[in-house]
């Protein structure tokens, strides 16, 4: 990575616009402001680099499910040419090349101020402006703020009893040692089967000299298949970079391929296991876009399910841990369905064991390691690929009070209220990129993110133009748009899986409310676009 400075730059005593986290979302919302708009513009980042949660999150095998001619930005043809993957799928470090090129490329870490965590934000109503603190006490102050601080920034640690007796050492794979961590010869023990966990086992197994994989929600996976991209598909990306964006941004998850228009239940059986044994062996995400009825009709599910099901048998050899990994919870991709490399073959290695705690239940973690009701786990080092707390943990963190003193945790005491997931009633002036309402994880991200990006640069530039300073959604929108992502989430099956981070199941105590906007990003895009040419409707912006 680049070095970087950390010394305090000058700035204007009062921006025009504050930014918190310097990931993919706030390096293109400081160029659209800076560069469109001419404004003064600060991003404040915790971490001492560019990357927000890719520059956390450096486990082993991290990769990104997106493939890479899509994992990127697509708003300059610039940078869609200077740049070349090597990948099928970029790796964590290839991302952090990615956002380096970026930030150098368009002069953007001149406006960044890293190892700076923001504590609190306070609005001034009768200044209409934004009082942000930061961990070591300074005080800035902005007339927009603009959270940029991604979905899946804070780590979930479970609160398993003994864990601060281990005499080993334990990492959460999303605040990984950037030095990174040698497994050789050490019994590891992973916590955690979802995308991460799937990404890391294989590569942790290749020099621990053991690894335990404790699950306790089996999942379905599909592999990746990455490889090196050949010359012929560099060119061919370059190339068709327009009909790609045009493609991503018509599609319901921004991805760079289209869901086939047949249906699972009316495609002969024979017919149906060819399709899914093509999409199998092609790889990747696109397996869900095998038929269209995956995500809205539980039988159709059951079809690709069973699939699934049947491949991770014929693979695993040992036939209770086959029978442990394929008995799977809930309907295929209702959770973000992971991709992998050797995953399931991983179970064939002698230095690997399923530990089924669904069964036997993790009691405590002791000095030497972790206890289930069937028994002991000696470990000299414990990977928690336990997740996060998803979109609305990394927004509560920071102590945001807006209008009459009301604070944002207060106003998602029963789950997180949006308007399209970029404003909060009581917060004027404050967007929420990538918020809970909006399609964001659902999507490939760089797509929803330059649209919340370029639709909160249109919203600052009409209110320029209009000589208005502030913007506020009304609560009657929010309470509106919270209906709408409910039902958009109860016309397909995602709400069926009942343990899913989505719903925030997965951290004790958070309400259970579907969070991303299910309806699909194609459509979102149109609502957004229509509020702005209505006027902002649900917003209310005065002078
Ligand atoms: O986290 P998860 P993740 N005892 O919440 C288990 C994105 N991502 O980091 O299902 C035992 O999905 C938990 O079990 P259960 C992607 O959007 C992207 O894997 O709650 N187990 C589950 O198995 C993804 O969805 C990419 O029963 C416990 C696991 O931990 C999101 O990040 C790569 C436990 C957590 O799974 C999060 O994925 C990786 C406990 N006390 C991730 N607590 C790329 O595209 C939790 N678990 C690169």
Same mark, same amino acid.
């Given at each position: 990575?680049?070095?970087?400075?950390?010394?305090?730059?000058?700035? @204007?005593?009062?921006?025009?616009?504050?930014?918190?986290?310097?990931?993919?979302?706030?390096?293109?919302?400081?160029?659209?402001?800076?560069?469109?708009?001419?404004?003064?513009?600060?991003?404040?980042?915790?971490?001492?680099?560019?990357?927000?949660?890719?520059?956390?999150?450096?486990?082993?095998?991290?990769?990104?499910?997106?493939?890479?001619?899509?994992?990127?930005?697509?708003? /300059? @043809?610039?940078?869609?040419?200077?740049?070349?993957?090597?990948?099928?799928?970029?790796?964590?470090?290839?991302?952090?090349?990615?956002?380096?090129?970026?930030?150098?490329?368009?002069?953007? @870490?001149?406006?960044?101020?890293?190892?700076?965590?923001?504590?609190?934000?306070?609005?001034?109503? #009768?200044?209409?402006?934004?009082?942000?603190?930061?961990?070591?006490?300074?005080?800035?102050?902005?007339?927009?703020?603009?959270?940029?601080?991604?979905?899946?920034?804070? #780590?979930?640690?479970?609160?398993?009893?003994?864990?601060?007796?281990?005499?080993?050492?334990?990492?959460?794979?999303?605040?990984?040692?950037?030095?990174?961590?040698?497994?050789?010869?050490?019994?590891?023990?992973?916590?955690?089967?979802?995308?991460?966990?799937?990404?890391?086992?294989p590569v942790i197994a290749q020099t621990a000299a053991h690894l335990d994989v404790f699950q306790r929600t089996a999942n379905y996976s599909v592999p990746?298949?990455?490889?090196?991209?050949?010359?012929?598909? @560099?060119?061919?990306?370059?190339?068709?970079?327009?009909?790609?964006? #045009?493609?991503?941004?018509?599609?319901?998850?921004?991805?760079?391929?289209?869901? /086939?228009?047949?249906?699972?239940?009316?495609?002969?059986?024979?017919?149906?296991?060819?399709?899914?044994?093509?999409?199998?062996?092609?790889?990747?995400?696109?397996?869900?876009?095998?038929?269209?009825? =995956?995500?809205?009709?539980?039988?159709?599910?059951?079809?690709?399910?069973?699939?699934?099901?049947?491949?991770?048998?014929?693979?695993?050899?040992?036939?209770?841990?086959?029978?442990?990994?394929?008995?799977?919870?809930?309907?295929?991709?209702?959770?973000?369905?992971?991709?992998?490399?050797?995953?399931?073959?991983?179970?064939?290695?002698?230095?690997?064991?399923?530990?089924?705690?669904?069964?036997?239940?993790?009691?405590?973690?002791?000095?030497?390691?972790?206890?289930?009701?069937?028994?002991?786990?000696?470990?000299?080092?414990?990977?928690?690929?336990?997740?996060?707390?998803?979109?609305?943990?990394?927004?509560?963190?920071?102590?945001?009070?807006?209008?009459?003193?009301?604070?944002?945790?207060?106003?998602?005491?029963?789950?997180?209220?949006?308007? =399209?997931?970029?404003?909060?009633?009581?917060?004027?002036?404050?967007?929420?990129?990538?918020?809970?309402? /909006?399609?964001?994880?659902?999507?490939?991200?760089?797509?929803?993110?330059?649209?919340?990006?370029?639709?909160?640069?249109?919203?600052?530039?009409?209110?320029?133009?209009?000589?208005?300073?502030?913007?506020?959604?009304?609560?009657?929108?929010?309470?509106?748009?919270?209906?709408?992502?409910?039902?958009?989430?109860?016309?397909?099956?995602?709400?069926?899986?009942?343990?899913?981070?989505?719903?925030?199941?997965?951290?004790?105590?958070?309400?259970?409310?579907?969070?991303?906007?299910?309806?699909?990003?194609?459509?979102?895009?149109?609502?957004?676009?229509?509020?702005?040419?209505?006027?902002?409707?649900?917003?209310?912006?005065?002078?």
């Amino acid at each position: 990575m680049a070095s970087v400075t950390t010394e305090i730059p000058d700035t @204007k005593p009062e921006l025009d616009a504050l930014i918190i986290g310097a990931g993919f979302s706030g390096l293109y919302q400081l160029f659209c402001l800076r560069e469109r708009l001419g404004l003064s513009v600060q991003v404040l980042e915790a971490g001492d680099g560019v990357g927000g949660t890719w520059y956390w999150n450096r486990y082993p095998g991290a990769r990104c499910d997106s493939q890479s001619h899509a994992y990127c930005y697509s708003f /300059s @043809k610039e940078l869609t040419q200077e740049w070349e993957w090597s990948e099928r799928y970029p790796e964590q470090p290839e991302i952090m090349r990615y956002l380096n090129f970026v930030a150098d490329r368009l002069d953007l @870490k001149r406006n960044i101020r890293f190892n700076t965590r923001v504590v609190a934000a306070n609005y001034d109503e #009768a200044a209409n402006r934004w009082i942000v603190r930061t961990e070591a006490g300074e005080q800035l102050t902005a007339k927009f703020l603009i959270t940029a601080v991604g979905c899946l920034s804070t #780590a979930n640690v479970p609160k398993i009893p003994g864990l601060e007796s281990f005499a080993g050492q334990w990492y959460h794979t999303g605040q990984w040692p950037h030095e990174g961590v040698d497994f050789t010869g050490k019994r590891v023990g992973m916590i955690g089967t979802g995308s991460t966990g799937i990404q890391a086992a294989p590569v942790i197994a290749q020099t621990a000299a053991h690894l335990d994989v404790f699950q306790r929600t089996a999942n379905y996976s599909v592999p990746a298949r990455n490889a090196p991209l050949t010359p012929e598909f @560099k060119r061919y990306i370059k190339e068709n970079a327009t009909e790609f964006r #045009a493609v991503m941004h018509a599609t319901r998850n921004g991805m760079p391929f289209t869901i /086939s228009e047949r249906l699972a239940l009316e495609t002969p059986p024979d017919e149906r296991e060819n399709l899914y044994e093509a999409a199998w062996q092609k790889g990747g995400l696109e397996f869900r876009a095998t038929f269209e009825d =995956l995500m809205v009709d539980k039988a159709a599910n059951d079809t690709a399910a069973d699939f699934i099901r049947r491949k991770i048998r014929a693979i695993v050899k040992d036939p209770v841990t086959a029978e442990k990994l394929s008995d799977i919870d809930h309907p295929y991709a209702t959770k973000r369905p992971p991709i992998d490399t050797n995953y399931f073959e991983t179970f064939n290695r002698d230095n690997v064991t399923l530990v089924d705690v669904k069964a036997a239940p993790i009691e405590c973690i002791t000095p030497g390691g972790v206890r289930t009701s069937g028994g002991d786990y000696p470990l000299d080092i414990i990977v928690f690929a336990t997740g996060f707390d998803a979109m609305t943990g990394p927004m509560l963190r920071m102590n945001i009070t807006g209008r009459d003193g009301i604070t944002v945790a207060e106003a998602w005491e029963a789950g997180p209220r949006t308007y =399209l997931g970029l404003q909060i009633a009581g917060f004027p002036n404050l967007f929420t990129m990538t918020g809970p309402g /909006s399609p964001s994880v659902l999507c490939n991200m760089p797509v929803p993110i330059e649209q919340h990006a370029e639709w909160i640069t249109d919203c600052i530039a009409h209110m320029r133009a209009h000589g208005l300073e502030r913007v506020e959604a009304t609560e009657a929108a929010v309470t509106n748009w919270v209906e709408q992502v409910n039902t958009a989430a109860d016309a397909t099956l995602l709400p069926l899986a009942k343990s899913s981070w989505y719903l925030g199941a997965n951290v004790p105590g958070k309400p259970r409310v579907f969070m991303p906007y299910a309806g699909g990003m194609a459509r979102y895009r149109e609502i957004c676009a229509d509020v702005a040419a209505n006027n902002y409707q649900g917003f209310v912006l005065s002078a």
